[in-house]
């Protein structure tokens, strides 16, 4: 058995539930990420709250899936790449943009590619942005209030790439044929 339990809402810890039965109304299913973090309402509540604020944030659900997909992809994190594959060409990004990405380049739309490599340099970086990096994503059109977001997204994909590092999720059937593996990067 693995150390990593893939919770249902009815054997999740008592914490977890509500999180579990908002994600399941939200995606008709429970991502497997998330049965793996209820282990820890402690990680699925600060997940969810974090991902609640950053969709309400000024970027654009296209813009944000692009952000998850790029971070996820820089962290070599297969079940988010996946995930968030599926979830980028739902919001309208182009397939050629998600597959610019998933190979470790950038997109064509030059607001996502802005996007894109800011968030590729913060995590390869870790945060430590020289003044280009910045002028770069400034010139772009973005403001220094979307700077911050961007951080709060890469934040919160954090937790699910390192979630899924760590617990190894089975990818649900809906997203395998997004399925991507860090070494074909």
């Known amino acids: 058995m693995s150390r990593y339990p893939t919770y249902t809402i009815e054997s999740a810890p008592a914490h977890s539930k509500p999180v579990l039965e ?33 969709h309400s944030s000024s970027l654009t ?18 079940w988010p790449v ?3 594959t599926a979830l980028a060409l739902k919001q309208g990004v182009r397939a050629e943009d998600v ?3 998933r190979d470790g380049g950038l997109p064509a739309d030059v607001e996502l590619a ?7 340099t913060l ?21 220094a209030e979307q700077m ?6 890469v934040a919160a994909s954090t937790i699910t790439n390192y979630t899924s590092s760590v617990t190894e ?4 059937a809906p997203f395998e044929e997004f399925a991507w593996h860090a070494s074909a990067s």
């Open 169 to 172: 999720p089975a990818l649900e």
């Open 99 to 101: 597959e610019a990405i």
């Open 148 to 153: 911050l977001e961007v951080i709060a997204v």
């Open 61 to 78: 659900e296209p813009q944000i899936q692009t952000l998850l997909l790029t971070n996820a992809v820089t962290n070599a994190s297969e």
């Open 114 to 120: 802005a996007l894109s490599l800011l968030a590729r």
């Open 22 to 54: 908002q994600l399941h109304q939200a995606f008709g299913l429970i991502p497997n990420i998330a049965a793996k973090m209820a282990a820890s309402p402690v990680l699925i509540n600060g997940f969810i709250g974090l991902f609640e604020r950053v």
């Open 82 to 84: 996946a995930f968030h």
């Open 123 to 143: 995590i390869e970086k870790r945060g430590r942005l020289a003044d280009s990096d910045q002028r770069r994503f400034f010139e772009a059109g973005f403001s």
